[in-house]
Structure formats: C-alpha cells, structure tokens
C-alpha cells in the first residue's frame, strides 16, 4: 500500500493545473464511465467545500443511503480522500481498485506523452480511482468535492444531478484568474444542464455569474437567503443550535458540531442541497434530518485537539477562510489568550492570512509546513512583524519546536483553563499536528 500511495504522489503534482480535461475524460472512457454509474452532488465553492460536503454526505446516509464522498486534500493519509459511509477506504479495496485502473492509467500516460503532453496527474488518477470504486461498490449517491476551480477540474467529468458552490473568494488566482468574476465562471462550470444548483450567500456580482450560467444550461436554481437559509442559531456545548429554512420546511433543534457561524450557512446548503437531491419526497423527516447533522465531523475545521491547554486546528489557508475562522473564535470560544502557530504556503496570500488573525491572537510563532511548496520562514516572519508586532512575533523551526514554544506562551499569559493555542495557515501544517498530537479531542 505504501508503494502506491508514494508512487502516486510522485506523479504530476495537484496544485499544478492545466485547462483540459482531456486526460481524465479518456481514462474514464476506457473505464467505460464509472461515474456515470450513479447520481453525483457536486460541490465547489472557495472555502467550506470540504465541510458542505460532509455534512451533505451525512444527511444522505441517515435518509439511508449508500454513500460515496470524494474530498480532498487529505490531512494525514490519501485514502481519507475516498470514503464509503462515512469511512475511508479499506487497503484491499483501494489496491482491487488500482488493479483494475492501472492498466488504462498506462494507455493515457503513454499517448498523452506521444502527443507531446504530459502523463496523468495525481489528482487525475485519484479521481478515477473514486469514480471506479463507487462504481464498484456500487453507492446509491456519490457526493464529490471539486479539488481547484470547477470547469476544467477533473472531477467535472461527472455530470452532478445537484450542484453546490459555496461562497466563493480568491484563492488560486495563478490558475482560475486575477478577478473574483473570472473565479466566479470557472466555478461556475459545475453547473449542468438540468440540475439544480444550490448556491450560498454570495457578492452580488458573482451571484450574477451563478445565474448567467444557470440560465444558460437550463439549471434550476436554489439561492441561501431566498430559497433557503439560517433562520436561527445559538452557540452550545461542542457546536451549534439551529432552525434552518430548507427548500421544503423549516427544522428546528438541529445541533451541528462544529463551530462557527460559517459552519451555519454550510449547513442550510448541506440541507438545501439534500433537499434537491431527494426531490419529490416532500418535507423530510425532521428526526432525521438532526441524526444526519448531530454525527457531522470536518477534520481540521476548528478541530479540538487537546485540552489543558485547549490546541485547535483550523485549515484556512487564504484570507477569506481567516476571516471566517476568527469570527468563529469570537463567536464560539472565550480564550483569555490565545496564541497562534502559523505555517503558510508560497503561493497563498501570506499576509492577508495574518491581517485577518491578529485580532484575535495574542502572539503569533510562525513556522514552515514541511512542504516544497511552504513560505520561507525568514519571509513569514517579516511578514508577521509588519502586521503583528516585533513583540508579539516568536519563530519556530518545526512544528514541534513552534507548538512547545506556543504552549509555553499560552502558560504565561495566564492559566490553562482560560487559554489556548491555534495552529493553522495550511492544511499540510493541520495534518502535521493531528499527527503530531493523535487527532481529535
């Protein structure tokens, strides 16, 4: 298994994309078109995409059904990335399923690099290796998160019976464009003819974009604040009390457990999209409904680590998501002090990142994801004096060094009880620390 798994991430990296999918369409034409085996709800968005995608995939398994959810990155180990119920892929199934996809992997690698191209990309091979296992198993509903952009992704080879696009921001301008437009109408390319598409509060000029493209493929449309929506919430103990406003009925009492009022929205486009999905049914089992939210996980969303003191993780990795998670802070925690450890990759808006922490972390100690990809730390550094302070700026080499450091400070600014330390900025630097620290609390 771990020959695998090494010898995929060797392949053509995810963060690189090219605008084709002709790659992925002719391995899945060789594969005689697994995903079109079984309906997909297809999700994209710029953040909270993993999370809608999970609480979507747990509203549908508790109505019953057979689940599939492709998400990525993964924190710890690929095979999180595949999940069937709920779980992630067992190693016989993941090796059955590379047997029977290699020998087409080495068809499209080979004609693609004698036409002059490039072999398949890592993202590529997993994918095909989610929409033939969900084939296999088979799955009643197949729920799967975009990995960048949206119309030339390479998930957009399915064609979704129910499209998501949570809120979008920038992020990945050096691949989806320099605007939030030009974002907007890449993401918008998940939106197929005669879908529904469910939509999340957004600006007023990309909701323009969303529906353009609707109307333009003949997609019903669901829009957060109209449609749908948080009609009340309530911070409680370990998450959330909600009513939210489906498409068919308003659902009261519905704990989700996880944090933050972003986390809220999430949750009325999990159920809006449910509702889609499901249409015909009517009204939903209200019971139901807050079985599905109540056994929600999101790995490395505001995650509790540890206690004593309190360590979260949270992988927001551009400022949008920043945004969202000091909000979250402020909403749902009551730290006397708080000190972040922040790792951030070259191609993110470091800055950004920080100016949307600073009010909420006392201290900062940055450190370096172990990654090619990370920000040198001397930059970060700088980076976080200019926003944060020279006093209020510690480094760490290694996430270790970085967490005893924090913690140490954390211990100075006042008892355990009352503070508390967050590591985020990259999704490679949260998967570290669960790792590091053994996962969740």
Known sequence: MTDLLTGLEQRWPENVIEPTLARIAALTDLLGQPQSAYPVVHVTGTNGKSSTARMIESLLRSFGLRTGLFTS?????????????????????LLSTWAEVAPYVEVVDANSIADGGVPLSYFEVMTALAFAAFADAPVDVAIVEVGLGGGWDSTNVADGSVAVITPIGLDHLEYLGESIHDIAREKAGIIKAGAV?????????????LLERAVEVGATVAREGLEFGVLARGVAVGGQLLTLKGLTAEYDD?????????????AAVALAAVEAFLGGVGTLDADLVRAGFASVASPGRLEVLRRSPTVLVDAAHNPHGARALAAAIDDSFDFAALVGVVGILGDKDARGILAALEAVLERVVVTTPTSPRALDIDELAALAVDVFGEDRVDVGTSLPD???RAIELAEES????????????????VGEARRLLGGGS
């Open 73 to 93: 990155p993964h924190l710890i180990d690929a095979r999180e990335r595949i999940c069937f119920d709920g779980e992630p892929i067992d190693d016989e199934r």
């Open 197 to 209: 598409a469910v939509i999340a509060q957004q600006e007023l000029d990309v909701a323009e974009i």
């Open 254 to 266: 519905v704990f989700v457990p996880l944090f933050g009022e972003h986390q809220a929205h999430n």
């Open 402 to 404: 970085a967490l005893d």
């Open 414 to 429: 006042g008892d355990y009880g009352g503070t508390g330390v967050l590591v985020t900025g990259s999704v490679v630097l």
